[in-house]
């Protein structure tokens, strides 16, 4: 985007000449309306710690968890 001086910036219409990082913005830039997604995450957590990953460090855990609720964008 270029500023200048006397030009007015359309925000709408920067976002609807890039379709695609409008979508990829409000998929990430969202507020969830419920918890539901969070409980998810904690679920999921939960599963992928089980007795036998004990040894887990809590940052293999986390990149894990967030690889298996975020593989659909890959």
Avoid: M
Wanted: with cysteine.
């Amino acid at each position: 985007i270029n500023y200048q001086k006397g030009c007015s910036l359309e925000v709408l219409d920067y976002w609807r000449k890039h379709p695609a990082l409008s979508i990829l913005i409000r998929k990430l830039f969202c507020i969830p309306p419920t918890y539901c997604f969070l409980e998810c995450c904690f679920s999921t957590s939960g599963i992928i710690s089980n007795p036998r990953r004990c040894s887990l460090k809590p940052k293999t855990l986390k990149i894990l968890t967030f690889l298996n609720k975020n593989s659909h964008l890959l």
